[in-house]
């Protein structure tokens, strides 16, 4: 059984750096085809990408927020990590991790961590 | 990026109906495209993948079409547990992109 959890803060302030994990069981980040990724979604609006990072270590970024963003993992703990620099209260959303549909060509969110809300004050 | 537009935003049905919802793309994304469920405060739930994969535990009264730039996900004989935010994703290239969400609510 997959299940992930993200953990962090759930106040920063404006221009500080956010650090979320993500930790997770029922699979191995070392297993071929393997990914994990990170999606947001600020409260009463639509869903937005981040990045992602595959088994093999290769990452993907969304563009709009590449300069901000960094994905590691840590295949020992099982955990995943993203940080974010430099927020600001529009980065008030719910962040999500998401585990890859393994099998599937693309990146599909088959399995969601419960979510943290992370508030942004000025 | 690739846009996604989902249409309608919201929809008022009742139970038993069949609701339809259709998610336009901003260029050819094949059949790359996923469905989600969200329910207040819960994390989405994928549906559909592949256009109209159904993915493991998911009743068959979902289903997904279509191709190209026009996709749909379709809820026959709509339930109580269905009223919820209905949500599509492109993954035809990076980065995915999401639509705007369609609400379907209990008339």
């Known amino acids: 059984q997959i299940t992930l959890k993200e953990s962090g803060p759930t106040l920063v302030k404006a221009t500080q750096t956010l650090t979320l994990t993500c930790t997770f069981s029922g699979f191995s980040l070392n297993t071929g085809g393997e990914g994990v990724g990170w999606i947001r979604q600020p409260p009463g609006k639509a869903l937005e990408w981040l990045a992602l990072i595959y088994w093999d270590d290769d990452k993907r970024y969304s563009p709009s927020l590449k300069s901000r963003l960094t994905i590691t993992k840590d295949t020992s703990k099982n955990q995943v990590v993203l940080t974010m620099t430099n927020m600001d209260p529009v980065d008030t959303a719910t962040y999500f991790c998401a585990h890859r549909l393994k099998g599937s060509g693309s990146y599909y969110p088959d399995y969601w961590g419960q979510g943290t809300l992370v508030t942004v004050s000025s | 990026d690739i846009q996604m537009t989902q249409s309608p935003s919201s929809v008022s049905a009742s139970v038993g109906d069949r609701v339809t919802i259709t998610c336009r793309a901003s260029?050819?994304?094949?059949?790359?495209l996923a469905w989600y469920q969200q329910k207040p405060g819960k994390a989405p739930k994928l549906l559909i993948y592949g256009a109209s994969s159904l993915q493991s535990g998911v009743p068959s009264r979902f289903s997904g079409s279509g191709s190209g730039t026009n996709l749909t996900l379709t809820v026959t004989n709509l339930q109580p547990d269905d009223f919820a935010t209905y949500y599509c994703?492109?993954?035809?290239?990076?980065?995915?992109?999401f639509g705007g969400g369609t609400k379907v609510e209990i008339k």
């Open positions: 994703q492109q993954a035809y290239t990076f980065p995915p992109t």
């Open positions: 260029q050819d994304i094949s059949s790359w």
